[in-house]
Structures are given as structure tokens and as C-alpha cells.
């Protein structure tokens, strides 16, 4: 049987906090069937990437966030 797996970072624009940074969220689909939760890690709007589904930029930050974020993605992969 096949399995289709599907993850996605993304922003929720709707939890900003007071500072103004928003939430960095994880999105894995199997076969259809979707599980979303928080990666405890937040960004300013500006910085986030819609298209790469990453931080943008070469700072430090950045660079840790977008680190960190690659570490979840072969955890996830275990769904399947």
C-alpha cells in the first residue's frame, strides 16, 4: 500500500503574540488525514517564507530556527 506524506511549516497569523512574532506551526498529512502542532518556535512576519516554508535571511536566528526545523522533518517522516 502506498503512503502519502506531506509536511509543511507555516506561520499562524492568527496567534501573534504581543510582541508582535508569530507561531511556527508543523502540518504532516498520511493519506489525507492531517495532525497540526506547534514547533515552540515563533518569527517575526517579515522573516518568514512563505514560498520556503523557512526563515529568510543569514543571521544567527535565522540560521537556528531553520536548523531546527530540518531536525523535525525526518521525526515526522516516521508517520508514514
Avoid at 29 to 49: A, C
Avoid at 67 to 77: A, G, V
Amino acid at each position: 500500500m502506498n503512503t502519502k506524506l506531506s509536511i509543511l511549516f507555516f506561520v499562524k497569523r492568527t496567534k501573534t503574540n504581543v510582541d508582535g512574532l508569530l507561531p511556527i506551526f508543523i502540518r504532516v498529512t498520511v493519506n489525507g488525514e492531517r495532525i497540526e502542532f506547534s514547533t515552540k518556535r515563533i518569527t517575526p512576519s517579515e522573516k518568514w517564507s512563505v514560498e520556503g516554508n523557512r526563515m529568510k535571511g543569514t543571521s544567527a536566528e535565522s540560521k537556528a530556527t531553520n536548523s531546527y526545523l530540518d531536525t523535525l522533518n525526518p521525526l515526522c517522516s516516521n508517520f508514514a
